[in-house]
């Protein structure tokens, strides 16, 4: 379980300028969950993704990972261990040559004896669906399996925790497919709590929750159809409702008798062909 | 005639293990002030393609003329990239100068245009991509936000009045909101100057309500070409070659799948609303 209690980051640009980029934020992420952060370009979801691992610590309020606080510099190993981070661009997340390299970096650093680190690296290739690239070179690989190699060294350390910060805004459709496939199955296999961020609203329908973030505050949290209901406050903050979703809605304000909460393409064919 | 393209072929590494051919035979003809969408996956070629518009990558076999200007191995490039601006993905990384207004007029220094012109034209290039030159002329580019960054990297192609404008992803990484209102921004700047526009993107959605014609790219051919609306009736084809049907187009399929006439080449949202209201309202009860 990850506890943010009243945290608070601020940014300071120079002498006058602060900028808060998160504030009050308090929740609960719980052990198994798939939480979808949304919120557009400044509204501090990225700052909010580096609290949860102790990259950032608060300025105020506490972040805790399995009872450990991120500001007790005795536990900062053991909860970059447990809480692994994936960013948007695969390219700078890489630094072997060889595959395998790359993924066994992250257990070397942790000291696992070599053996392991061998079974760990091809648990982890497998988990993401590249062992048969183990020999490859990284660059060489298509975006989307660049971004699964990454991953992979991830999940080598063995983490409890995967937070990934935008991980498919560099890759094409297909990309993004086999990146959110590959996190949706760790979630629901292997029992990895994911947090997800970002802006593509299709995104967010699989999570188990969705949290808006704006002006580093939490503007709504709730499943992702509690949210996406919530049509007026998503456009105020310049987001986009799924469009099944705004179809329902606009179909329901003609007449028809459909749920503010279509979230699917196959529950709305269900609903309009029962 | 903007672009004419004849068997345009291009392969990497020739004559060694890694040969790849990026481009096989590409025929295609784009019109001056045409808006034209260029799709396909990572690897289908399109990013090889509008290379040569610039005179980047030069063909291996065939003929490509741009602007009346043949791009082979000794042509030369000055007047050809002064016609065709080429906005990379991610040009923001290619920013460099120490304020806004140095880095939009960096082209222009360099052709050698006057100091008046070049103020005049980095402020137009400016507003055109939605950016107030008075309030960011002095800024470092590093200071702004991405979406800004994007801007001003497109301002900086712009205020060359360039003929052709790519854009090679162009939204890429933004938020719907900000991705929005660059593309209206565009949609703009090519109906005031009438340039053609060409946007390479992997998702059509974006792109559909902006385009005269679509030109899907798979495996280094022309794979299909149409209008938004024919080519999002073909939602089977476009799965096949590992492109995104967007959601809309998704469901109408799957309603037409079964058995339920509704035209395959609805794009937006409204279009939907309106259809399936008819389709509701005549005949098929209340639902």
Same mark, same amino acid.
């Given at each position: 379980m990850i506890q943010l209690q009243d945290v608070s980051y601020s940014y300071q640009l120079d002498e006058e300028q602060v900028i808060n980029a998160?504030?009050? =934020?308090?929740?609960? =992420? @719980?052990?198994? @969950?798939?939480?979808? =952060? =949304?919120?557009?370009?400044?509204?501090?979801?990225?700052?909010?993704?580096?609290?949860?691992?102790?990259?950032?610590?608060?300025?105020?309020? #506490?972040?805790?990972?399995?009872? #450990?606080?991120?500001?007790?510099? @005795?536990?900062y190993w053991q909860i970059r261990q447990q809480v692994g981070m994936v960013f948007q661009n695969p390219d700078n997340q890489l630094i072997a040559t060889i595959v395998e390299e790359d993924v066994a970096f992250g257990p070397e650093n942790l000291g696992v004896p070599p053996a392991e680190i061998v079974s760990r690296v091809e648990e982890s290739l497998s988990q993401v669906a590249m062992l048969e690239y183990r020999h490859h070179a990284p660059h060489l690989l298509s975006g989307g399996q660049k971004q699964r190699i990454a991953i992979a060294g991830i999940l080598a350390m063995r983490p409890q925790y995967l937070v990934l910060d935008e991980p498919t805004a560099m890759l094409d459709p297909q990309g993004r497919r086999e990146v959110m496939d590959t996190v949706s199955r760790l979630n629901r296999e292997e029992g990895i709590t994911v947090v997800w961020i970002t802006h593509h609203m299709e995104e967010a329908i699989r999570a188990h929750r969705v949290m808006v973030m704006e002006h580093g505050r939490m503007a709504a949290l709730g499943t992702p159809r509690e949210v996406f209901r919530q049509t007026e406050l998503l456009q105020s903050l310049h987001l986009d409702v799924p469009v099944i979703t705004r179809l329902g809605q606009l179909l329901a304000q003609d007449g028809f008798n459909l749920p503010a909460d279509v979230l699917t393409v196959e529950e709305m064919v269900n609903h309009l062909c029962p | 005639m903007s672009i004419i393209a004849v068997n345009l072929t291009h392969v990497y590494s020739p004559d060694t293990p890694w040969t790849t051919k990026a481009l096989d035979q590409v025929n295609l003809e784009i019109q001056d002030g045409e808006v034209i969408g260029l799709i396909g996956h990572t690897g289908s070629g399109k990013s090889t393609l509008v290379q040569h518009f610039n005179g980047l990558l030069k063909p291996t076999a065939g003929t490509l003329h741009v602007q009346g200007i043949e791009v082979t191995k000794g042509v030369n490039l000055r007047p050809l990239r002064q016609k065709v601006g080429l906005v990379f993905q991610y040009p923001e990384h290619q920013l460099f100068e120490e304020n806004v207004a140095l880095d939009v007029a960096f082209g222009?220094?360099?052709?050698?245009?006057?100091?008046?012109?070049?103020? /005049?034209?980095? *402020? /137009?290039?400016?507003?055109?991509?939605? +950016?107030?030159?008075?309030? !960011? &002329?002095?800024?470092?580019? !590093? $200071?702004?936000?991405?979406? /800004?960054?994007?801007?001003?990297?497109?301002?900086?192609?712009?205020?060359?009045?360039? *003929?052709?404008? +790519?854009?090679? *992803?162009?939204?890429?990484?933004?938020?719907?909101?900000?991705? &929005?209102?660059?593309?209206?921004?565009?949609?703009?700047? /090519?109906? *005031?100057?009438?340039?053609?526009?060409?946007?390479?993107?992997?998702?059509?959605?974006?792109?559909?309500?902006?385009?005269?014609?679509?030109?899907?790219?798979?495996?280094?051919?022309?794979?299909?070409?149409?209008?938004?609306?024919?080519? !999002?009736?073909?939602? $089977?084809?476009?799965?096949?070659?590992?492109?995104?049907?967007?959601p809309l187009t998704q469901l109408i399929l799957a309603l037409r799948a079964r058995g339920i006439d509704l035209p395959a080449d609805i794009l937006d949202l409204?279009?939907?609303?309106?259809?399936?209201?008819?389709?509701?309202?005549?005949?098929?009860?209340?639902?």
């Amino acid at each position: 379980m990850i506890q943010l209690q009243d945290v608070s980051y601020s940014y300071q640009l120079d002498e006058e300028q602060v900028i808060n980029a998160v504030s009050d =934020i308090s929740l609960t =992420i @719980e052990k198994g @969950e798939f939480l979808v =952060i =949304i919120g557009h370009n400044g509204s501090g979801k990225s700052t909010l993704a580096k609290l949860l691992n102790g990259l950032l610590l608060p300025d105020k309020g #506490m972040v805790s990972v399995d009872s #450990m606080c991120t500001s007790d510099p @005795e536990k900062y190993w053991q909860i970059r261990q447990q809480v692994g981070m994936v960013f948007q661009n695969p390219d700078n997340q890489l630094i072997a040559t060889i595959v395998e390299e790359d993924v066994a970096f992250g257990p070397e650093n942790l000291g696992v004896p070599p053996a392991e680190i061998v079974s760990r690296v091809e648990e982890s290739l497998s988990q993401v669906a590249m062992l048969e690239y183990r020999h490859h070179a990284p660059h060489l690989l298509s975006g989307g399996q660049k971004q699964r190699i990454a991953i992979a060294g991830i999940l080598a350390m063995r983490p409890q925790y995967l937070v990934l910060d935008e991980p498919t805004a560099m890759l094409d459709p297909q990309g993004r497919r086999e990146v959110m496939d590959t996190v949706s199955r760790l979630n629901r296999e292997e029992g990895i709590t994911v947090v997800w961020i970002t802006h593509h609203m299709e995104e967010a329908i699989r999570a188990h929750r969705v949290m808006v973030m704006e002006h580093g505050r939490m503007a709504a949290l709730g499943t992702p159809r509690e949210v996406f209901r919530q049509t007026e406050l998503l456009q105020s903050l310049h987001l986009d409702v799924p469009v099944i979703t705004r179809l329902g809605q606009l179909l329901a304000q003609d007449g028809f008798n459909l749920p503010a909460d279509v979230l699917t393409v196959e529950e709305m064919v269900n609903h309009l062909c029962p | 005639m903007s672009i004419i393209a004849v068997n345009l072929t291009h392969v990497y590494s020739p004559d060694t293990p890694w040969t790849t051919k990026a481009l096989d035979q590409v025929n295609l003809e784009i019109q001056d002030g045409e808006v034209i969408g260029l799709i396909g996956h990572t690897g289908s070629g399109k990013s090889t393609l509008v290379q040569h518009f610039n005179g980047l990558l030069k063909p291996t076999a065939g003929t490509l003329h741009v602007q009346g200007i043949e791009v082979t191995k000794g042509v030369n490039l000055r007047p050809l990239r002064q016609k065709v601006g080429l906005v990379f993905q991610y040009p923001e990384h290619q920013l460099f100068e120490e304020n806004v207004a140095l880095d939009v007029a960096f082209g222009l220094k360099n052709i050698g245009l006057p100091r008046e012109e070049i103020q /005049q034209r980095v *402020e /137009q290039a400016l507003s055109a991509v939605g +950016i107030d030159y008075q309030r !960011f &002329k002095d800024r470092s580019p !590093f $200071e702004l936000s991405g979406g /800004q960054m994007r801007r001003v990297a497109i301002a900086g192609v712009l205020a060359m009045e360039p *003929e052709v404008l +790519i854009l090679d *992803e162009p939204t890429a990484g933004l938020d719907p909101h900000t991705r &929005k209102d660059l593309l209206e921004h565009l949609r703009l700047v /090519q109906k *005031e100057r009438g340039i053609t526009l060409i946007i390479v993107s992997h998702s059509m959605d974006d792109i559909a309500a902006m385009v005269n014609r679509i030109l899907v790219m798979d495996k280094g051919k022309i794979a299909a070409q149409g209008s938004p609306g024919e080519i !999002f009736s073909q939602g $089977e084809k476009l799965r096949r070659i590992g492109l995104d049907v967007p959601p809309l187009t998704q469901l109408i399929l799957a309603l037409r799948a079964r058995g339920i006439d509704l035209p395959a080449d609805i794009l937006d949202l409204e279009e939907a609303r309106a259809a399936i209201g008819r389709w509701l309202r005549g005949g098929k009860g209340n639902v």
